[in-house]
């Protein structure tokens, strides 16, 4: 099960499956950004910031954890990102990867614009919070594609470091983005702050979502059962 015809040919290269065994029935996680109520961490952060606009920065890992973080990741290059945001009246739900926790454990809860979601009993889920914000910010991460579903905005955040040290790509970055490209925090400060002002990348964004996120009906997760309950049983 895929979520489009992209996806269906990487994985039939990838994985030595005839194409005709790939079934395009989106993604059933991505049925959380057309269907969705509230979730009381996002509230609460509501109502300690009223007017703020609300981003979560998902980044990918980088070599699995293993070393020290990167400059622009660690809670001294945050805690200057923080003052910037408090000025824009922006808060930031930073979820790192689960290989990347333990460089932010006990530095939860000094910073007054960022959130550190590294407390799996809470923020276990990004589904359960991703769809309820007002933006993503991210590098290279899956969900960049998968949230093109919801059609709000995307900032771009790609640090050099994962093309160095990492997998690297199955398309060209600017194929398969919809927003800013910046390379700074300051960037991205201002990129969240002009898009609050005008977004101009709507069109972009309904691009490539009708590539990557066909199904935007919220049904995701029906079609994978039909598409199962046919392969069980292909008499009915």
Same mark, same amino acid.
């Given at each position: 099960?895929?979520?489009?015809?992209?996806?269906?040919?990487?994985?039939?290269?990838?994985?030595?499956?005839?194409p005709?065994?790939?079934?395009?029935?989106?993604?059933?996680?991505?049925?959380n950004?057309?269907v969705?109520?509230?979730n009381a961490?996002?509230?609460?952060?509501?109502a300690?910031?009223p007017g703020a606009?609300?981003?979560v920065?998902?980044?990918?890992?980088?070599?699995?954890?293993?070393? !020290?973080?990167?400059?622009?990741?660690?809670?001294?290059?945050?805690a200057?990102?923080?003052?910037?945001?408090?000025?824009?009246q922006?808060?930031?739900?930073?979820?790192?990867?689960?290989?990347?926790?333990?460089?932010?454990? =006990?530095?939860t809860?000094s910073?007054?614009? $960022?959130v550190?979601a590294?407390d799996?009993e809470?923020? =276990? !889920?990004?589904?359960?919070?991703?769809p309820?914000?007002?933006?993503?910010?991210?590098?290279?991460?899956?969900?960049m594609? =998968?949230?093109?579903t919801?059609?709000?905005?995307?900032?771009?955040?790609p640090? !050099?470091?994962?093309?160095?040290?990492?997998?690297?790509?199955?398309?060209r970055?600017?194929?398969?983005?919809? =927003?800013?490209i910046?390379?700074?925090?300051?960037?991205?400060?201002?990129a969240?702050d002009? $898009?609050?002002a &005008?977004d101009?990348?709507?069109q972009?964004?309904e691009?490539l979502?009708?590539?990557?996120?066909?199904?935007n !009906?919220?049904r995701?997760?029906?079609?994978?059962y039909? &598409? $199962?309950?046919? $392969?069980?049983?292909?008499?009915?």
């Open positions: 099960m895929t979520a489009c015809r992209d996806a269906a040919e990487k994985y039939a290269r990838a994985f030595g499956v005839p005709e065994q790939m079934f395009i029935t989106g993604q059933p996680k991505d049925d950004f057309v969705c109520g509230k961490m996002v509230e609460e952060i509501r300690r910031h606009t609300i981003y920065y998902l980044p990918t890992h980088r070599n699995f954890g293993q070393g !020290d973080v990167c400059k622009e990741l660690t809670y001294e290059a945050f200057r990102l923080n003052t910037l945001l408090r000025e824009k922006i808060v930031m739900i930073f979820k790192p990867h689960t290989h990347e926790f333990a460089h932010y454990r =006990g530095k809860h910073l007054s614009n $960022i550190f590294t799996p809470a923020y =276990g !889920d990004v589904y359960a919070f991703l309820m914000c007002d933006g993503l910010i991210t590098d290279y991460s899956g969900v594609l =998968g949230y093109l919801g059609g709000k905005p995307i900032v771009y955040f640090l !050099d470091e994962y093309l160095r040290n990492d997998a690297g790509f199955c398309f970055y600017e194929e398969v983005t919809a =927003g800013p910046c390379k700074t925090w300051e960037e991205v400060v201002r969240i002009a $898009i609050r &005008e101009t990348y709507k972009r964004r691009e979502r009708k590539r990557f996120s066909p199904y !009906d919220g995701n997760c029906q079609r994978v039909q &598409e $199962i309950q046919s $392969i069980l049983h292909p008499s009915n």
